[in-house]
């Protein structure tokens, strides 16, 4: 009769229960500290990218101002690379410019890698991004001044059951207009209450 008037929990039942809830946070801290990392990892990343972007940026819109003459193509074919640091969103990155030739003589390819810290701090970028510029590559913007729908056919049109997208149809051509004109996309709209 000695156990009915037990009540409680032993000390190895408590020291049982300690230890799984121990072992339980230090699992939780573990993923929550490991989440802490990367979400760090990928701010800092985009942010890189952003430098890297915007420095690419900045370099064909000085090209497109000064209209990229040949003093201007000689000045990146003798250009190889340049570093600079800038500050951004409360740190100190820094960056390398880097200016390879291609096959075409009047055109390079520009490659920005970026870094955390000072020019001092050694480590591997955290983002790179590349361009091209040169008499060989158009004007930012001018993409508007082309026709992109010349040479082009208009399809068949869509029949019932054809694997296409339903929203997406063909060009309709008017013989009195010989520019494409885009067909309606929903020919019954929706009626209003």
Excluded: C
Excluded at 68 to 92: C, H, P, Y
Aim: no cysteine; proline share 7%; hydrophobic share 35%.
């Amino acid at each position: 009769m000695k156990g009915a008037h037990a009540r409680g929990f032993t000390l190895v039942e408590v020291m049982v229960a300690l230890m799984i809830v121990a072992l339980g946070l230090g699992a939780l801290m573990v993923a929550v500290t490991s989440t802490a990392r990367t979400s760090r990892y990928l701010r800092d990343k985009t942010l890189a990218e952003w430098i890297a972007l915007n420095h690419l940026s900045e370099l064909r819109l000085s090209a497109n101002k000064s209209g990229l003459t040949t003093t201007t193509q000689s000045t990146l074919s003798s250009q190889t690379s340049d570093a600079t640091e800038v500050k951004f969103a409360n740190r100190t990155w820094h960056y390398d410019t880097r200016y390879f030739d291609t096959s075409f003589t009047s055109m390079k390819r520009i490659v920005v890698r970026v870094y955390a810290g000072d020019a001092k701090t050694k480590g591997n970028p955290l983002a790179e991004a590349a361009s091209f510029t040169g008499t060989a590559v158009s004007a930012a913007g001018s993409s508007n001044n082309s026709d992109w729908t010349a040479g082009q056919t208009a399809s068949a049109p869509l029949t019932p059951g054809s694997t296409s997208s339903p929203g997406l149809q063909a060009p309709v051509r008017n013989q009195a207009n010989p520019s494409p004109t885009p067909a309606p996309t929903n020919p019954n709209p929706p009626e209003e209450p």
